[in-house]
């Protein structure tokens, strides 16, 4: 509890120094304005109206080696490759299940904690 001791004197000299200073200056006039203005400022108006525009942007030029070089490449259509019976085949079949379901009665392992999954 030292420190709450330190800070009680130390207020107590600040506060006595307060006084001293208030009984020993002399008393002057209040402060000098030096401002002839009375309340908020007046607000300022622009007397030209400017409308901000830009120029358009140049159109960009699609011949340059850049924009050549980030094009995609055309591929040889695949399906030219694959023959008339193929592709038929390949309409014909039916379609793959890609649903992916979990399995039940076995447990996983999620973060490291192995969980049941119950199917309900």
């Given at each position: 509890m030292p420190v709450l001791a330190y800070f009680?004197?130390?207020?107590f000299v600040l506060a006595a120094l307060l006084f001293v200073a208030d009984a020993t200056l002399e008393r002057n006039s209040p402060a000098?304005?030096?401002s002839d203005r009375v309340g908020l400022p007046e607000r300022w108006h622009s007397d030209t109206i400017r409308t901000l525009t830009t120029a358009p942007a140049p159109a960009p030029d699609m011949t340059s080696p850049a924009?050549?070089?980030?094009?995609p490449r055309s591929e040889p259509d695949i399906l030219d490759k694959i023959g008339p019976a193929a592709r038929a085949a390949r309409a014909e079949a039916p379609p793959k299940n890609k649903?992916?379901?979990?399995?039940?009665?076995?447990p996983q392992n999620l973060g490291g904690v192995l969980v049941r999954i119950r199917s309900k």
């Open positions: 009680e004197v130390v207020g000098i304005v030096t924009v050549l070089a980030a094009q649903r992916v379901t979990r399995p039940t009665g076995r």
